[in-house]
């Protein structure tokens, strides 16, 4: 079956900026997606299709790609923005949509 | 607002049945996909399944397929999950969710979750 693979941790001073990345073979011909996920509370979307920031989600937030690694990138961390992060995607035959294990975010 | 509302959760047995609904606001209800994604206490998200604007795309997660049946009724703006031969393993927090588009991308928003315990 189709993975996707996170750092387990990161962690960030605040000010500083957070890179998370997601490997995946098949990323290079599908779509990458990034959740934020605080404790309690459901996920909410903040990356779609590689890199565009959906209506709400401050500019902080981008994403990249690059062969068969995407990469959110939340610059000028703040407090709020400790959390569990999901990239999600699809296997190449775009069967099933998968999630990443997901990366915690500390903000030191 | 866009909302999404799951229902349907509870206790149930091994091996029973359970039916989830998401009964859904704030938005053209057939003009996106659906999706149901669940996590275990603890755990991270696992997607189960997701139907397109007009049933005519379907996937589930191997982990579920041919236990479980995705469907919708555009004329209620409800999404439901018909769940056979439930197993401890099903144990989670079982969300809704509304895709970007009419097939099957990414989940733009989500619900707050119908709890789903299998246990004897």
């Known amino acids: 079956s189709y993975e996707l693979t996170q750092p387990p941790s990161v962690s960030v001073s605040p000010g500083q900026t957070a890179k998370i990345t997601c490997s995946g073979d098949a990323l290079p011909k599908q779509y990458a997606y990034w959740y934020q996920q605080k404790p309690g509370q459901a996920p909410v979307m903040v990356i779609y299709k590689d890199n565009e920031r959906p209506s709400g989600i401050p500019e902080r937030f981008s994403g990249s790609s690059s062969g068969t690694t995407v990469t959110l990138t939340i610059s000028r961390v703040q407090a709020e923005d400790e959390a569990d992060y999901y990239c999600?995607?699809?296997?190449?035959?775009?069967?099933?949509?998968?999630f990443g294990g997901g990366t915690k975010l500390t903000v030191l | 607002e866009v909302q999404l509302v799951e229902s349907g959760g509870g206790l149930v047995q091994p091996g029973r049945s359970l039916r989830l609904s998401c009964a859904v606001s704030g938005f053209t209800f057939d003009d996106y996909a659906l999706h149901w994604v669940r996590q275990a206490p603890g755990k991270g998200l696992e997607w189960v399944s997701g139907?397109?604007?007009?049933?005519?795309?379907?996937g589930y997660a191997d982990s579920v397929k041919g236990r479980f049946t995705i469907s919708r009724d555009n004329a209620k703006k409800s999404l439901y999950l018909e769940m056979n031969s439930l197993r401890t393993e099903d144990t989670a927090l079982y969300f809704c969710a509304k895709d970007i588009s009419l097939t099957l991308d990414g989940f733009e928003m989500w619900g707050q979750g119908t709890m789903v315990t299998v246990s004897s």
């Open positions: 999600q995607s699809a296997d190449s035959s775009d069967t099933y949509k998968v």
């Open positions: 139907i397109s604007w007009n049933s005519g795309m379907i």
